[in-house]
C-alpha cells in the first residue's frame, strides 16, 4: 500500500471493508502498542496476545475515531485502558520503566553492569508500587515519550492534573529510592 497515503484514509477504506488498508494500519502501529503493552503489562509472553487483542478493538472501533485527533493518540489509548483491564482482571502489579541495561554503551565492567541492573530492578520494583493513577502518567511520559497533550486526550484529564501526578509520582519514587541525606545514592 502507497505510504503516502494519510491514516484517516486508510480508516475511511477499513470502514469500507479494505482489508488491505486495516494491515497497513497494523503495520504503522504495531510496534508503538507492543512499546505500550509490554510497558504496562510487562511479560513477554502475553504482549502477543494483548497486542492483537488491541489490534481487533481498534478495528471494531474504527467507526468511533475522531480525526481531529491524531490516530497514533487514538491507538495509545486504546491499548491502555485495555492493558489497564487485564492488569485489573488479573490483578498484575508490574509497570517497568524501560530496561537502560539494552542502551549500555557496553564499556561497563562486570561489576558496573551488574550495579545498574540492580538500579533498574530497584526502579521498577518502586514504580510497580506506585498507585495506579501515578503508574499511567510516568509510563505514557517517560517510557512512550508522550506529550502533555497526547495523554490529557489518552487519559481524560486535563493537563493540570497530569501534570500533577507526575510530579507526585516522581516524588514517590524518590521517596522510595533515595535514602534521606543522599541525593546521589541512584
Known sequence: MDPEISDIELVNKCIKGDQDA???????????????????INNEQEVNDISQEVFLKVYKNLKAYNPEYKF?????????????DVVRKKKVDALPIDDAIDVSDKKDTPEEFYIRKEKVEKIREAISELPEKYRIPIILFHQNGLSYEEMTNIMNEPITII????????????????????????
Open 22 to 40: 486495516f494491515s497497513e494500519l497494523v503495520s504503522r502501529y504495531k510496534r508503538l502498542v507492543f512499546k505500550v503493552v509490554y510497558n504496562v
Open 163 to 186: 501534570k500533577n501526578r507526575l510530579y507526585r509520582a516522581r516524588l514517590m519514587l524518590k521517596g522510595k529510592l533515595v535514602p534521606e541525606g543522599k541525593e546521589g545514592a541512584l
Open 72 to 84: 497514533s493518540t487514538w491507538i495509545v489509548k486504546i491499548a491502555t485502558n485495555h492493558c489497564l
